[in-house]
């Protein structure tokens, strides 16, 4: 017996639209009746349209590019739902911004992830929804329940399609430590050996890589990380891969595509081949294209995990 909400009702802020109306169009619903604009100030306008009293309310918005522009979008959403007495709210958040600022990593840093996890809650979220946390322990900053998504079998299933399984020509390589339990389950999904880059990061946003742990000689490349910032991390890695690894075609997957500051300019000049990224942010605005990059749909996925939310039947299955 579902104790919940009477009917699912799906929101968005401006993040990302057409990953929301695909997901809906999965769902056979249509998206909720809510406008979100700006002040002539910029202070965040909300007009909802439609009622929720007593409705299973999914708030679908990534925290991308403008961040606090969204993250602002998605509280006062949040806000406005719980005022409105909807049943349960669940925060959607396919892509979670400040989840890299997740440790003191020195002297009086702060920890703004779980911030964020404090504001999410207060704001009025019953849960959380969201996929390929930074650091799996973030879930751990909320006192309410967090579903945390994998994209890597999107990824593999992308691959068993094109290289096959046990394909000797490649291998799965991380881009640094942090990386390898990703890159580790990416590489026995496609039953792939597995390197290692090790880099020294001297400051934010730079890397300096220092050496590669694995044989890569002559062999195609599948670097996997779960964010493509401003692509130094990836680019260095790639031509670490490329000159003192001998490695030859190098295909490059993340899960979030932020591609900020220089990001296509680096991946344009690198010698990565092809960067395929998951459509949890859009391709930003403010960037030239490039063809070298190729977008997954995550709504399959995301569209099944809400219905079984709903539902209240396990989504363990989803994680595999």
């Known amino acids: 017996m579902i104790a919940h909400g009477k009917e699912v009702k799906v929101f968005t802020g401006n993040s990302n639209p057409a990953l929301v109306e695909a997901i809906c169009e999965r769902l056979g619903r249509k998206v909720g009746d809510c406008v979100v604009s700006s002040f002539s100030d910029g202070e965040i306008s909300l007009a909802l349209s439609e009622p929720v009293r007593g409705a299973d309310v999914f708030v679908i918005q990534s925290t991308c590019s403008p961040v606090n ?12 739902m719980r005022r409105a007495s909807a049943g349960r709210i669940t925060a959607v958040i396919p892509y979670y911004g400040y989840a890299r600022q997740d440790r003191k990593a020195k002297s009086r840093d702060p920890i703004s992830a779980k911030l964020f996890a404090n504001i999410l809650t207060t704001a009025g979220a019953d849960r959380v929804l969201t996929m390929d946390l930074h650091a799996a322990q973030i879930q751990g900053f909320f006192d309410i329940p967090v579903d945390n998504l994998f994209g890597a079998p999107i990824l593999a299933n992308h691959f068993k399609k094109t290289i096959g399984r046990s394909n000797k020509d490649y291998m799965v390589v991380s881009p640094d430590v942090g990386s390898v339990a990703r890159a580790r389950a ?17 400051k934010a946003n730079s890397s300096e890589v220092m050496n590669i742990i694995g044989d890569v000689r002559d062999k195609n490349i599948i670097i996997l990380d779960d964010i493509v910032d401003t692509a130094g991390s990836l680019c260095h890695a790639a031509v670490a891969l490329h000159e003192i690894g001998g490695a030859k075609k190098i295909v490059a997957c993340a899960t979030h595509g932020v591609l900020s500051g220089p990001a296509i300019e680096r991946i344009e000049k690198s010698p990565v081949d092809e960067l395929i990224l998951l459509d949890t942010i859009p391709y930003p605005t403010n960037q030239p294209a490039c063809d070298k990059i190729k977008y997954l749909s995550v709504a399959p996925l995301f569209a099944e995990a809400i219905q079984r939310t709903y539902d209240e039947v396990s989504i363990s299955s989803l994680f595999e």
């Open 186 to 202: 990416l590489s026995q999904k496609l039953d792939l050996g597995l390197a290692i880059v090790d880099k020294r990061r001297q």
């Open 69 to 80: 522009t969204n993250i602002m979008e998605l509280l006062i959403m949040i806000d406005s």
